[in-house]
């Protein structure tokens, strides 16, 4: 049995917090991690501290009958006390395995097994901070599987007893049947992290929003800096892959929308399975120059490779001295771990203690799905979950989230309205919207779909 301990010093008191997972009854499929706190005096010292903290824990713990196959068991932040008064807003994290994706080609980009997950935790903490103090306790459940299936027969179960908030890292078209499969329940999911068009567009869903950036916010903050710095003339390279196709299509949208030429494309095939062999190197430096010989003229080379399997092979091997970006070299993003702006150096730091890591682009989607639905119960004083969506979608709803400015969700299509930051390996370059790029309501939906272009109608009322 695993048991956490936390020990704090105060003036006259040390207080104990000892949590261990539980049986739920009102629910046997989740287990959770519950906490008592006790009090003792600080001349006891730590050790008698410890073993007054454990006597909280009475009898054996209860093993975990009837859970589903392969979900993993449910965690939730430390539960309120026996206040009456303090309501508790449960959030369920979807998780998808994904054993059999390839993996990138640096070694450095290898994805945590906590990744968005600890982003989600570090929102409860965050959520809880204020929640505390209106009588509000905010708790993650966790379900996770490689059966898509299996996690929106397991989500929409635990809808029906009770969640309304549902984090989804799912990939786009499970993300359509986990909407669905909630259809007509008093419950909303956040989208972490599919940059799918078609979800927002031609198949969204009024119970869905998106915190992740679309394919097409990504293209064009990208390509309004490009026209900033005037590199108007582009080579796009493109991978076999569906989603690389995708990704493509948004950045020839993006460059007749701001008045770039795309002057040559290219597809790079790639064999992944012989990619790590002693002596590949050698081979990559003569196919790059090989591959991108006899160009027209261009300014920059945008490489399109949304897997992450080839793109890195580009800068500093093209037959041309130009710069690389897109899927290598410069390339958009919603966050970056060395970000300092805006607070971004305190924010930080508290997820290095959480995590022991820095804080991934997924990690911080998902920290803004969840900090959404503690802003929005912290200006409403409630915990409704009717009320808190409606809020969500209003002009009175904003979030902080360390970009400089306040986020808000589209009222067409649920898309978090966001900054796109533009980064190398090592920092950030600059941050999209650039100046000059104006609108009637605000900078950001020059980003992505605007309303006047929106095929969604599931929001219109």
């Not at 027969?153 to 989804?168: D, H, M, N, T, V």
């Not at 890591?357 to 009717?386: C, F, H």
Request: hydrophobic share 40%; net charge neutral; proline share 7%.
């Amino acid at each position: 049995m695993a048991i956490s301990v936390r020990y704090k010093v105060t003036k006259w008191k040390c207080l104990v917090t000892v949590a261990c997972p539980v049986l739920d009854p009102a629910n046997p499929t989740s287990s959770v991690v519950r906490s008592q706190r006790c009090a003792v005096s600080r001349r006891l010292g730590f050790a008698a501290a410890l073993i007054a903290g454990a006597a909280v824990l009475t009898g054996p713990v209860p093993t975990q009958a009837g859970a589903p196959p392969g979900l993993a068991p449910s965690e939730n932040a430390p539960a309120a006390n026996e206040d009456p008064a303090v309501e508790t807003l449960s959030i369920l994290m979807v998780r998808q395995l994904r054993p059999n994706r390839l993996p990138p080609l640096s070694l450095l980009d290898l994805p945590p097994k906590d990744n968005g997950l600890a982003g989600a935790r570090l929102a409860v903490d965050d959520n809880n901070t204020t929640g505390r103090f209106l009588k509000q306790n905010f708790a993650l459940e966790l379900i996770e599987s490689e059966d898509p299936a299996e996690l929106i027969a397991e989500a929409k179960k635990r809808a029906e007893g009770g969640i309304g908030f549902i984090i989804s890292d799912l990939d786009a078209k499970p993300t359509i049947e986990l909407a669905d499969a909630l259809k007509g329940l008093d419950a909303v999911i956040f989208n972490v992290s599919a940059p799918d068009e078609n979800i927002r567009e031609e198949d969204c869903r009024a119970n869905l929003k998106h915190t992740a950036p679309s394919r097409t916010m990504l293209a064009d903050a990208l390509a309004q800096y490009l026209a900033w710095k005037r590199w108007g003339t582009w080579v796009l390279v493109v991978g076999p892959s569906a989603e690389d196709k995708a990704l493509a299509d948004a950045y020839r949208r993006s460059a007749q929308r701001f008045g770039m030429k795309i002057v040559e494309e290219r597809e790079f095939k790639y064999d992944p399975g012989s990619r790590r062999s002693d002596g590949g190197f050698e081979q990559i430096q003569q196919q790059i120059p090989t591959f991108t010989q006899k160009l027209p003229p261009h300014d920059i080379l945008i490489v399109v490779d949304e897997g992450e399997l080839f793109g890195d092979y580009f800068p500093y091997r093209t037959w041309d001295a130009r710069p690389v970006a897109g899927s290598a070299g410069l390339f958009p993003t919603s966050w970056h771990a060395a970000i300092e702006l805006w607070g971004g150096t305190q924010f930080q730091n508290r997820f290095k203690r959480l995590a022991g890591r820095n804080m991934t682009p997924l990690d911080y989607n998902a920290w803004m799905a969840v900090r959404s639905i503690g802003e929005a119960a912290t200006r409403k004083q409630s915990t409704e979950r009717k009320a808190l969506i409606e809020y969500m979608l209003s002009p009175d709803f904003e979030l902080a989230a360390f970009k400089g400015r306040k986020l808000t969700y589209r009222s067409w299509n649920g898309q978090l309205r966001q900054p796109v930051v533009l980064a190398t390996g090592k920092m950030h370059v600059t941050v999209s919207p650039q100046p000059g790029f104006l609108h009637q309501y605000t900078e950001l939906d020059t980003l992505g779909i605007d309303k006047p272009e929106t095929k969604c109608r599931a929001y219109q009322k």
